[in-house]
């Protein structure tokens, strides 16, 4: 079965420092792999994809994630915090190989950007 | 506008009354979804549906029952509805089933 790790709840960065959230991922085979944000009292947003190629993805609001397959890693970066980015983050992952679709995600990092 | 349009918002009902929360998507998309979000454990996928008459169960569909009659619409249907079925509701959509989803802005359900 496939399964999505956010190992931290809170992120909590001050403005213009970089920020790094966390996920980690277990699926059989090659992933296809996601991010998403939720700001309060709306859906999730698409912020970026992982599907094939180069490991560094480009995404939505200056967003970047790494895709480091020995180490079954997809982290959320971006070089400089805005409040603004204060929302709830979620990783997702679904096999390549897996027609139905069954997207897991993981439980979601909130971050926190102080001015 | 492009939107996946779900109603109610929000509900307040009581054990056993059945209710249907409707979800409709105006971009023509195959794929359909149904997800409950509950604290600490992020989204859970109740059902989805590749396309009109082919729906699927997610990690959680027990308690729940889904149609795809028309390509737009994939309505939510709680036949017996149980406290433990509380939760915040989100319906999605995508052209395929590897492409980003587009979510709705959630029904938050509760249920006496």
């Known amino acids: 079965a496939q399964s999505v790790a956010q190992p931290e709840d809170q992120v909590n960065v001050a403005e213009g420092n970089p920020l790094t959230v966390k996920c980690t991922y277990s699926?059989?085979?090659?992933?296809?792999l996601f991010w998403y944000v939720q700001y309060p009292n709306r859906g999730l947003q698409f912020l970026l994809k992982?599907?094939?190629?180069?490991?560094l993805v480009k995404g939505s609001y200056g967003f970047e994630a790494e895709f480091n397959k020995s180490q079954t890693s997809f982290h959320l970066k971006k070089p400089s915090a805005l409040v603004s980015d204060s929302a709830l983050y979620f990783c997702a992952v679904r096999p390549t190989n897996n027609a139905g679709n069954m997207l897991t995600f993981g439980g979601g990092t909130r971050l926190m950007v102080k001015p | 506008e492009a939107q996946v349009t779900q109603n109610p918002r929000y509900l307040i009902t009581v054990t056993g009354k059945k209710l249907t929360v409707t979800c409709s998507q105006n971009m023509n998309h195959e794929y359909m979804s149904w997800y409950r979000q509950d604290p600490g454990l992020g989204l859970r996928q109740i059902y989805y549906?590749?396309?009109?008459?082919?729906?699927d169960k997610g990690d959680v569909p027990e308690g729940y029952k889904v149609s795809r009659k028309e390509k737009r619409n994939f309505p939510l249907i709680l036949e017996s509805p149980s406290p433990n079925q509380t939760s915040l509701y989100f319906c999605?959509?995508?052209?395929?089933?590897?492409?980003?989803?587009?979510f709705g802005d959630g029904t938050r359900l509760s249920i006496l």
């Open positions: 699926v059989s085979g090659n992933p296809y």
């Open positions: 999605a959509s995508s052209l395929w089933s590897n492409q980003p989803q587009h």
């Open positions: 992982y599907i094939t190629g180069d490991n």
């Open positions: 549906s590749m396309n009109v008459e082919v729906t």
